[in-house]
């Protein structure tokens, strides 16, 4: 079997909401599977290693606002090489405002624009009155994710080919109920959790994805928690957002 390899960028920055535990329960995972695994951890000033050698996850987190722009100016250069993961089989996974880089715009409330890969055609608009948090449900096929929203901002546009339609709470902006972007394993969305942890059955098919010979544990144990947060989401009193 042969060894994964883990990239999470920029975690002096990307690390809000507890979501470097999408890391820490891919880890363990591996861990206890016995696949033998390397996490790289690529600092603001370093070369990303997707852009040289095959990595099997890369990760990205959210980041304060102001510090969107400045991880923008690092990841330009590498635009095409995190391109070209989007034809491949190998897994992307871009969670909160992460998801504002790959857009086309992100729109300040003084007027100025920020420029953004432009993957999808999308333009974030922030908003400084309010913070907007949610408890969302969203579909993914047959198969529905637990997450959870905390904005400063919304995208507005169509990602071509949205990662979820949401069952509750609001989709990329609360104007439509598509959320997220995905193609094959590469996923953006705005969706927090940490969201690996909270969605067993997805985060397995990721895994798969990087190891399909591996024997995963304690999956039981997952779904019981898993089906426990799904009731208790689609009740009406958790379906309210917070501003």
């Known amino acids: 079997m042969k060894k994964i ?90 969670t909160g405002n992460a998801f504002e880089l790959l857009g086309e715009v992100i729109r300040c409330e003084d007027g100025r624009e920020i420029q953004g890969l432009g993957f999808y055609k999308t333009t974030a608009k922030r908003f400084s009155h309010l913070r ?51 193609q094959g394993n590469f996923i953006a969305t705005y969706l927090l959790g940490p969201l690996l942890p909270l969605n067993p059955q997805f985060a397995l098919s990721l895994l798969r994805a990087m190891a399909p010979e591996a024997e995963f544990a304690y999956l039981p144990y997952e779904e019981d928690a898993y089906r426990l947060r799904v009731e208790e989401l689609s009740r009406p009193e958790a379906n309210q957002k917070h501003h």
């Not at 880890?27 to 016995?34: I, P, V, Y």
């Not at 990303?48 to 923008?72: K, N």
């Not at 198969?143 to 929203?149: A, P, Q, R, W, Y």
């Not at 990602?159 to 609001?170: I, Q, R």
């Open 132 to 182: 907007y948090n949610e408890l969302c449900l969203g579909s993914c096929g047959e198969d529905i994710l637990v997450g959870f929203k905390n904005q400063l901002s919304h995208s507005y546009g169509e990602t071509g080919n949205p990662f979820l339609f949401m069952k509750t709470g609001t989709g990329l902006n609360p104007e439509t109920k598509n959320e997220g972007f995905r």
């Open 5 to 94: 390899v883990i990239e999470a960028l920029y975690g002096e920055y990307s690390n809000l909401y507890g979501d470097r535990g999408n890391l820490l329960y891919v880890q363990e995972k591996l861990r206890r599977a016995g696949v033998d695994h390397e996490l790289i951890r690529t600092h603001l000033f370093d070369r990303p290693a997707f852009a040289d050698r095959a990595v099997d996850l890369l990760y990205i987190g959210p980041c304060t606002e102001s510090q969107q722009e400045q991880e923008l100016e690092r990841l330009k250069p590498y635009a095409e090489a995190l391109r070209r993961r989007m034809e491949g089989s190998a897994v992307t996974l871009v």
